[in-house]
């Protein structure tokens, strides 16, 4: 199993994007959220998007293989789908933030850690102001917390560097030993 994490705004829904459109056996986990879609985000493809209440009681049960909250939402990967995709012997692909990745490596050690770097902090904060889906102070939110996350890039198995995606991708592939 291999966790993709980094700063918001690098590029990591764009790069597994790209790979998946080339190698759809890599199996994405859909996680849940209590953050409202954005325009053109379908429940149950790009999250599960939920009320509080509901990820309360996917806490209580016991459903999430591990949840964080982020900017002030809540983000959750359900347990069983992941269970069943590598008791299958699938590819399984997490995109999580640092707070998830850490408890991966706790709860699943054999997990390879993935964090995917900007070429520079400017490029950083023009990709998440040009991406165009948050109002200025959700911007300023992430970014305070992309300074956390890319004080932790040690932690991590692997650094990639998202100059360009069809490169990550590739990178990411032969990580992930889908060729
Ligand atoms: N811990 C954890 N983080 C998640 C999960 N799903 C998404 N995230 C992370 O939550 C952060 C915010 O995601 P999102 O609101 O979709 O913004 P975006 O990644 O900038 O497009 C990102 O770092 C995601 O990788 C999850 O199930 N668990
Ligand atoms: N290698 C790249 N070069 C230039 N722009 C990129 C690159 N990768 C992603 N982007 C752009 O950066 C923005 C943020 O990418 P996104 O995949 O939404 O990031 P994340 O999922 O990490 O929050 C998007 O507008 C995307 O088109």
Redesign the pocket.
């Known amino acids: 199993m291999t966790v993709l994490s980094?700063?918001?705004?690098?590029?990591?829904?764009?790069?597994v994007a790209h790979l998946r459109q080339a190698h759809p056996e890599v199996w994405l986990s859909v996680s849940a959220t209590t953050r409202k879609p954005r325009p053109g985000e379908r429940h149950g493809v790009q999250y599960f998007f939920v009320e509080n209440e509901e990820f309360d009681k996917l806490i209580a049960n016991g459903e999430l293989l591990e949840w964080a909250e982020f900017a002030g939402n809540r983000y959750g990967t359900p347990r069983r789908a992941v269970l069943d995709r590598l008791e299958a012997g699938e590819p399984v692909l997490l995109e999580i933030d640092l707070q998830g990745a850490r408890l991966v490596r706790e709860s699943m050690p054999e997990a390879q850690l993935v964090f995917?770097a900007p070429p520079s902090w400017d490029e950083l904060v023009r990709?998440?102001t040009?991406?165009g889906t948050e109002p200025p102070e959700v911007i300023e939110r992430r970014l305070a917390a992309a300074k956390v996350e890319l004080a932790a890039e040690s932690e991590f198995d692997t650094t990639l560097v998202?100059?360009?995606?069809e490169d990550?991708s590739a990178e990411l592939l032969a990580l992930m030993r889908v060729v």
């Open positions: 980094g700063p918001s705004g690098v590029g990591k829904s764009t790069v995917l990709r998440l040009g991406r998202n100059t360009s995606v990550v």
